[in-house]
């Protein structure tokens, strides 16, 4: 199994700008950047978590959370998609 799993991140290696400028295309429209930035304020003023990393460690879990799941499956659709192109997944239904 993992053998396959690291084949199929060499696929996508070559499709991987495409795939990160989806999710920032996607993340932007849905306003998802914004409200990280209004968490990572939040968390500074409201804490005296001191640093980058502290925040960086409080704020993630949230915002990965504030992913719309829609962002999500749209991104799985499509990283499927290319490796059912390249022969590399078989179509599980």
Same mark, same amino acid.
């Given at each position: +199994? /993992?053998?396959?799993?690291? !084949?199929? +991140?060499?696929?996508?290696?070559?499709? @991987?700008?495409?795939?990160? !400028?989806?999710? #920032?295309? @996607? *993340?932007?429209? $849905?306003?998802?950047?914004?409200?990280?930035?209004?968490? $990572? #304020?939040?968390? =500074?003023?409201?804490?005296? *978590?001191? %640093?980058?990393? %502290?925040?960086?460690?409080?704020?993630?879990?949230? &915002? #990965? &959370?504030?992913?719309? !799941? =829609?962002?999500?499956?749209?991104?799985? /659709?499509?990283?499927? &998609? =290319?490796?059912?192109? @390249?022969?590399?997944? &078989? =179509? !599980?239904?």
């Amino acid at each position: +199994m /993992y053998s396959k799993s690291v !084949d199929q +991140m060499t696929i996508l290696h070559g499709d @991987r700008t495409k795939l990160k !400028d989806l999710l #920032r295309k @996607r *993340l932007i429209e $849905c306003g998802w950047f914004e409200e990280v930035q209004l968490l $990572c #304020r939040q968390s =500074i003023t409201e804490s005296e *978590l001191g %640093n980058l990393d %502290n925040v960086v460690q409080h704020v993630t879990p949230k &915002a #990965r &959370a504030l992913v719309p !799941d =829609i962002v999500k499956r749209e991104l799985l /659709y499509k990283i499927r &998609a =290319i490796l059912v192109e @390249r022969g590399q997944m &078989a =179509i !599980d239904v």
